[in-house]
């Protein structure tokens, strides 16, 4: 499996199998059993997603051992603050069945994620995460908690595909030494993707499919990426990237793609950013 190293030491496998929008318990678990057994060992969930539960059932099921995994949950804005932060962490790990995670995150960039931040720096200390990091957090955002806070992230996760690339806020993170991670790979389909001419053609090349072609992109960018699929072929042909490699013609081509805008929400809107600090989800 190939790795990257987090700033603290601890290696991180470059792809992983995300759970975002499978609330179903029984396909989550099924789908993150079948991702264990095709080889998968990073596992991205979060406490806003509503299936620790069923991720910590296929884990038990798959009968890995936990030193072989790579397991990250996230805070949910509802829980930043320093006392609930840690009565959040207690629960997630519970859903879970872990004794210890290895990547823990600040979901959204609102509310006293200050506080969730200290706290979790204790939990990090104490040896209960081996690494914490951050989600979505725009570069000012990530500067400032960098500024005044003791631990620098060990990574951000954040929207990154062939129409937004993050070129900027990629070269910036490597700058401060927090590890680039992509959620929505595929960019949920939008902006048609999948029918794209331009990685259509790279694919037929390389004898791959479209989202081979975009995963390898983000592993050959140092970028880790955790696609989602709820189709045991699928989840096997996403695992199946490492035996090829995009051409500097392939990359200027795919770099061409790139719109430089969110296909999603903005973390500029304030009517957004409402919305999102005041979601109260049944956790």
């Not at 596992?43 to 995994?69: C, F, H, M, Q």
């Not at 629960?91 to 990547?103: A, M, N, P």
């Not at 979505?136 to 690339?165: G, K, S």
């Amino acid at each position: 499996m190939q790795t990257v190293t987090l700033n603290n030491g601890v290696k991180m496998p470059i792809i992983g199998f995300g759970v975002y929008q499978i609330p179903d318990a029984e396909e989550c678990e099924n789908a993150v059993y079948e991702a264990l057994t095709a080889g998968y060992r990073l596992i991205d969930t979060a406490a806003g997603y509503l299936n620790e539960e069923a991720v910590g059932r296929a884990i038990k099921r798959s009968g890995v051992p936990r030193e072989e995994l790579f397991v990250t949950t996230k805070l949910w804005v509802q829980d930043a603050g320093y006392e609930s932060a840690k009565l959040a962490f207690a629960k997630s790990l519970k859903k879970l069945q872990l004794d210890y995670l290895d990547l823990y995150l600040i979901h959204q960039p609102f509310g006293d994620y200050y506080g969730a931040w200290r706290a979790m720096e204790d939990l990090y200390r104490e040896g209960k995460i081996r690494a914490i990091g951050v989600s979505n957090f725009l570069p000012d955002r990530l500067m400032d908690l960098i500024v005044h806070n003791e631990i620098v992230p060990a990574v951000n996760q954040v929207e990154t595909h062939p129409f937004y690339q993050q070129i900027e806020s990629a070269a910036f993170m490597k700058e401060q030494g927090v590890q680039h991670q992509s959620w929505a790979p595929f960019a949920e389909g939008l902006g048609n993707m999948f029918g794209n001419e331009v990685l259509a053609s790279i694919a037929q090349q390389h004898n791959k499919s479209v989202a081979q072609v975009v995963l390898r992109w983000l592993v050959q960018r140092e970028i880790v990426v955790i696609p989602k699929s709820v189709r045991k072929e699928r989840i096997l042909e996403n695992f199946d990237i490492f035996d090829f490699e995009l051409s500097t013609d392939d990359i200027e081509r795919i770099s061409a793609l790139d719109t430089r805008e969110t296909l999603f929400l903005s973390y500029h809107d304030p009517k957004f950013v409402k919305m999102l600090g005041t979601l109260k989800v049944d956790l």
